[in-house]
T-cell receptor, first 115, second 112 residues
Framework: GAVVSQHPSRVICKSGTSVKIECRSL??????MFWYRQFPKQSLMLMAT?????????EQGVEKDKFLINHASLTLSTLTVTSAHPEDSSFYIC???????????FGPGTRLTVT | DQQVKQNSPSLSVQEGRISILNCDYT??????FLWYKKYPAEGPTFLIS?????DKNEDGRFTVFLNKSAKHLSLHIVPSQPGDSAVYFC???????????FGKGTHLIIQP
């Protein structure tokens, strides 16, 4: 069964508004979670690492003031896309490593469409 | 600069035959490699992984081979089944707390 959930699965918002996406680990605690973005027919690109109890670390080229990450608890990380623009439309996916393994388990993804 | 490369955007294989998906990498710091299967509008599903200290890992119909000197890995699926049709991503990690670097994926199509 699924070990990582995301909500919502799909969201449409107007340009200039903010959207929050939740990522939860279902039966384990995750001190670290990762956020990725996938554009159509492209690879998954790591955006940032969400750390419980400390600030997120962002990959080069990802605006930390635009993509706000909060790791509120050991089972929840949120990504807020602020002042969304049409070019932010994408598929956002989170992942978490389970236990001490190197495998990362992914959520089902969130399709964001900004009109 | 793409650090993980999957040079075949698509691959068509007959049902029952072997599917071989290839992946090359350039970053010598990668020490763990993973294969994921993905359907459209869904998150990737973990298939199999291999540590850089090994050259082969097998799990049922799936086997991953790693050639460190060539910086090349491959995923073998045998026998291929219709349900294997999906996009397969190769991913690599340079440390336990690091995110993954993905290739662009190979769309595997299993022909009946």
């Amino acid at each position: 069964g699924a070990v990582v959930s995301q909500h919502p699965s799909r969201v449409i918002c107007k340009s200039g508004t903010s959207v929050k996406i939740e990522c939860r680990s279902l039966d384990f605690q995750a001190t670290t979670m990762f956020w990725y973005r996938q554009f159509p027919k492209q690879s998954l690109m790591l955006m940032a690492t969400s750390n419980e109890g400390s600030k997120a670390t962002y990959e080069q080229g990802v605006e930390k003031d635009k993509f706000l990450i909060n790791h509120a608890s050991l089972t929840l990380s949120t990504l807020t896309v602020t002042s969304a623009h049409p070019e932010d439309s994408s598929f956002y996916i989170c992942s978490a490593p389970k236990n001490t393994g190197r495998e990362q388990y992914f959520g089902p993804g969130t399709r964001l469409t900004v009109t | 600069d793409q650090q993980v490369k999957q040079n075949s955007p698509s691959l068509s294989v007959q049902e029952g035959r072997i599917s071989i998906l290839n992946c090359d990498y350039t970053n010598s710091m990668f020490d763990y490699f993973l294969w994921y299967k993905k359907y459209p509008a869904e998150g990737p599903t973990f298939l199999i992984s291999i540590s850089s200290i090994k050259d082969k890992n097998e799990d049922g119909r799936f086997t991953v081979f790693l050639n460190k000197s060539a910086k090349h890995l491959s995923l073998h699926i045998v026998p291929s089944q219709p349900g294997d049709s999906a996009v397969y991503f190769c991913a690599a990690s340079a440390g336990g707390a690091d995110g993954l670097t993905f290739g662009k994926g190979t769309h595997l199509i299993i022909q009946p």
